[in-house]
């Protein structure tokens, strides 16, 4: 077995493809788009540049491995500064909080903002870091799969402390007991969005989540998020990967329950293995042509978003890299987002503005804001309508709590739904992360990396396991990579 071919070229893609390539085989991508990254790219609006998915980077160090195991020194090609603040929060009452990156800073102004013990955040921190180290190995860079990989010392290590994972109760039941100041149980209910999920729904275990930006810190590429997918391009195209751009995939060929190739404007490409890093439900509906019932097709999708990327004629001194404008009723939002599957009409606004630490992402004196709002995934609602009245309440947020009129400041506006999302990157019904974490379950009903029914068959990025984000599609490389024997 010798080649190749990955479907897509999303992140997941290039950290499959790389490690492919690490280990000897013929690697062939093949992207519908005319250019690499799916959700992880950029785009140029007027004078100001805008990312068009992930704004937020951690744990560097996975993008790192991708060029080391290529004998490639990362820091010729690759290049990140880490944040000293890694995000500011807004209450509509006027409250503000800076997230220090430091944790001596970090707690200080807990205490001074929430008027908590320090002893109480330390407590809380080092929980979640031994809920993530305890878990680590077993569900992010292991395939949860194979009987094999439950079957360890570390599984029985994990089990042994079961209950250190909070497993029956939701993140805020967690939250509210251990934090008890409402303001911090907000933001740290936050991190359930980092995976697109409810913190009313999904189990105390995604204390977790945090750990990534707190312990391992918040970082921004020096040339922008999009390089993190033009430099993994770039590294995979000068060790032999080949790219086939304007390529859309409609068949993934299988005969006699084997993987033989795919094909692309009715021309056959034959290879030995072939992943994909299309959407896991389109692969099944409409590259294999697979209409059956099939469980982890029927999990609830995450959040969506809609985003406004707004060029801003003027600068915002209180305002840094990551923002947010946080919603009156965190729980009613959550309501609406994924049981009405409506938009909140006071929703948590977030703010990236990339120019804070890229000044070349916009004109001097003015700054590039990318405005997202989490949203329900596309259950075919009235976007048109959704936008407008969204934007109205963005706005009158905005206003209030940084005491200016920002809409006369707007000179450009790109505006994304979920259905755009669904559209350029084929992720089904838009959402962010694949499905959502939203039950104790939700771990061990994701796709798994392989195909147990055709031999030969691979899943990568954001929709299979582990899960959606950069880190954990960078990982679904991995552990391809490590169950494909040469
Ligand atoms: C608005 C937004 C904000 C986000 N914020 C963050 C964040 O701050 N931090 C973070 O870590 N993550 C964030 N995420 C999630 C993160 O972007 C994704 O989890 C990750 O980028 C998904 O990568 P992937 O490998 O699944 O591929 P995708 O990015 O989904 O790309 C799949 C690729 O496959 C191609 N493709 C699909 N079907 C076919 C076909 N049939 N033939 C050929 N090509 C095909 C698509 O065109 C696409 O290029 C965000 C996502 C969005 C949309």
Redesign the pocket.
């Known amino acids: 077995m010798n080649k190749v071919i990955v479907?897509?070229?999303?992140?997941?893609?290039?950290?499959t493809a790389i490690r492919l390539k690490a280990k000897g085989f013929d690697v062939e991508v093949?992207?519908?788009?005319s250019s690499?990254?799916?959700?992880?790219?950029t785009i140029e609006i007027g004078k100001y540049r805008f990312?068009?998915?992930?704004?937020?980077?951690?744990m560097p160090h996975f993008v790192d491995e991708l060029f080391e195991i290529l004998d490639e020194n990362p820091r010729e090609h690759f290049n990140y500064i880490k944040k000293d603040i890694t995000c500011r929060y807004f209450w509509d009452d006027g409250k503000k909080f800076t997230a220090y990156d430091d944790l001596e800073k970090f707690i200080n102004e807990c205490e001074l903002k929430f008027d908590v013990k320090k002893s109480l955040i330390l407590k809380y921190l080092k929980k979640s870091k031994k809920k993530y180290d305890l878990t680590e190995n077993i569900f992010i860079k292991k395939s949860l799969h194979k009987l094999k990989n439950l079957i360890s010392f570390e599984t029985l290590k994990a089990l042994i402390k079961i209950n250190t994972f909070q497993l029956f109760k939701s993140l805020n039941e967690v939250n509210e007991k251990e934090l008890k100041n409402k303001y911090l149980v907000q933001l740290f209910n936050r991190f359930a969005t980092?995976n697109?999920s409810s913190p009313y729904k999904t189990p105390g275990m995604m204390t977790a989540i945090q750990n990534a930006e707190k312990y391992y810190g918040t970082y921004i590429p020096e040339k922008g998020?999009g390089d993190i997918t033009n430099s993994l391009f770039n590294l995979a195209k000068r060790h032999g990967v080949k790219f086939y751009f304007n390529?859309?995939?409609?068949e993934i060929i299988i005969n006699d329950h084997i993987a033989k190739g795919?094909k692309?404007n009715n021309k056959n490409f034959y290879s030995d293995i072939v992943v994909?890093?299309?959407?896991v439900y389109?692969?099944y509906r409409?590259?294999l042509k697979d209409k059956r019932r099939i469980k982890a097709l029927e999990q609830e999708r995450s959040s969506?978003?809609i985003?406004f990327n707004w060029g801003i004629k003027k600068t915002f001194k209180e305002l840094d890299l990551h923002n947010i404008f946080f919603s009156n009723n965190y729980e009613e939002e959550f309501d609406y987002i994924f049981n009405k599957k409506e938009l909140y009409f006071d929703p948590t606004i977030y703010i990236?503005i990339t120019c804070k630490d890229l000044p070349s992402d916009s004109p001097e004196e003015c700054e590039n804001w990318y405005v997202?709002v989490n949203s329900p995934y596309n259950n075919e609602q009235d976007w048109d309508k959704i936008k407008v009245e969204l934007k109205i309440n963005i706005l009158k947020k905005l206003n209030k709590i940084l005491g200016d009129n920002v809409e006369k400041y707007i000179e450009e506006e790109k505006i994304?739904t979920p259905l755009e999302?669904e559209s350029?990157?084929?992720?089904y019904k838009?959402s962010?992360?694949?499905t959502s974490s939203n039950s104790i379950f939700s771990a061990f009903l994701r796709h798994p990396n392989f195909s147990s029914e055709i031999s030969n068959l691979y899943f990568?990025?954001?929709?299979?396991h582990p899960?959606?984000?950069?880190?954990?599609?960078i990982m679904?490389g991995k552990i391809i990579s490590d169950l494909i024997k040469t």
Do not use: Q, R
Request: glycine share 20%.
């Open positions: 479907i897509g070229s999303g992140i997941g893609s290039l950290s093949f992207e519908k788009n690499p990254g799916g959700k992880l790219s990312n068009t998915g992930p704004s937020l980077f951690t980092y697109g998020m390529s859309n995939v409609s795919i692309v994909t890093n299309s959407d389109n692969t409409f590259l969506s978003a985003i990236n997202m994304t999302i350029t990157t084929n992720s838009g962010l992360y694949g990568c990025g954001g929709s299979v899960g959606g984000g950069i880190p954990l599609c679904s």
